[in-house]
């Protein structure tokens, strides 16, 4: 049966609506406004009801500094029942698929708890690895710290083309961070707005010098439920061009929230920070074209590796070996056999990868 474009965003907002009960209606009207796009949404039909779906939003990602194409897997949901694996299982071959042929090299995707993190590990759901952790860090301000009289901070509402100029031109830039375009940034602030946080600009003679997004939350104890009382505010996003800006947001944050701790969230290398938290898994699209970029940001590096049992992409199964900036295909399989997602954990895990504002947190 043949379904309208509208047809099919209604029914898959209703599938949003059961597989997250949490969202809130503000938030899907936000999102559905600002970020679905027909052409982005993948979806599993039968007689004219849409069974699955998923967004396959494209990023730029700056890989040791030099930027390729991803895609990030937004809002994935499927029927339950007993067909709800085969669903997604489809519904991440179209996927893979889609990214494959507009050619995406990896593939990002946040699971809502560690259950869906063991599920999406499987081969016949896409072979995603836990790539990326993130670590919660508290900070305060140094003993010789003096306020800069030149410098206003204040909370504000207004998203104009100021705040996105600003992080155009300064944000992104770590070696192992994702880029935003404009709509996916202010989308993401919006939906902080709305959970209750705050967006606070730091002006130097009326000239934006930073701006982070904070917001109050209560820690949680022992038993996993939140404190009624004891709280902190956490720094969901921080950017800024002047090193000292940073306590001043520390400071300011203290004050408005009425909170005396404050922490940043950022990415950290997954072994070596005991607190570390898993974050974003990944997989790799195009196994040959991502060794080719590796092979042209890392020209020293080397590597054999063979990929086997990838369902979804069947191009990428074959034994490769990266020398001296070239990628050579070879006949016998080597002893370092991996899946398209441990290829990506192998890469990206022991990188302080930063993908922040992604909209799950």
Request: charged content about 25%; glycine content about 8%; proline content about 5%.
């Amino acid at each position: 049966m043949l379904l309208s474009p509208e047809n099919i965003q209604q029914q898959t907002r209703a599938l949003w609506e059961v597989a997250n009960p949490e969202a809130t209606p503000e938030f899907l009207d936000l999102y559905f406004q600002r970020r679905y796009a027909d052409e982005r949404n993948v979806t599993v039909r039968h007689d004219g009801k849409v069974q699955a779906a998923v967004q396959v939003l494209p990023y730029k990602f700056l890989f040791g500094g030099k930027a390729l194409s991803v895609g990030h897997l937004n809002g994935l949901c499927a029927e339950a029942g007993a067909q709800q694996q085969q669903l997604t299982a489809e519904l991440l071959r179209q996927a893979h698929r889609k990214m494959y042929e507009e050619g995406q090299l990896l593939s990002f995707f946040i699971p809502q708890d560690e259950k869906q993190r063991k599920a999406i590990e499987k081969e016949q759901l896409g072979s995603y690895w836990t790539a990326t952790h993130r670590l919660l860090v508290p900070f305060d301000v140094p003993e010789n710290y003096r306020p800069d009289l030149n410098l206003d901070i204040l909370p504000e509402t207004t998203l104009g083309r100021e705040l996105w100029t600003f992080y155009n031109t300064f944000g992104g830039r770590h070696d192992y961070e994702v880029r935003h375009d404009r709509d996916s940034l202010e989308t993401a602030i919006q939906a902080h707005l709305q959970e209750g946080g705050q967006l606070l600009v730091a002006r130097r003679r009326g000239k934006m010098v930073g701006f982070c997004l904070v917001i109050k939350q209560p820690r949680i104890l022992k038993s996993g439920k939140p404190s009624k009382k004891d709280c902190y505010g956490h720094i969901r996003f921080m950017l800024t061009t002047d090193q000292n800006v940073v306590y001043h947001f520390r400071r300011r944050i203290g004050e408005l929230l009425e909170v005396n701790e404050v922490a940043v969230t950022g990415g950290c290398p997954g072994h070596g920070f005991k607190e570390s938290k898993p974050y974003a898994m990944a997989r790799v699209i195009d196994v040959l074209g991502f060794l080719q970029f590796l092979g042209r940001v890392h020209p020293g590096l080397q590597l054999t590796v063979g990929i086997e049992n990838d369902e979804d992409i069947p191009e990428n199964n074959g034994y490769y070996e990266l020398f001296e900036g070239e990628v050579r295909i070879l006949e016998q399989r080597p002893d370092n056999v991996l899946t398209a997602g441990g290829l990506a954990a192998l890469l990206l895990g022991s990188q302080p990868v930063q993908l922040p504002l992604m909209l799950n947190d």
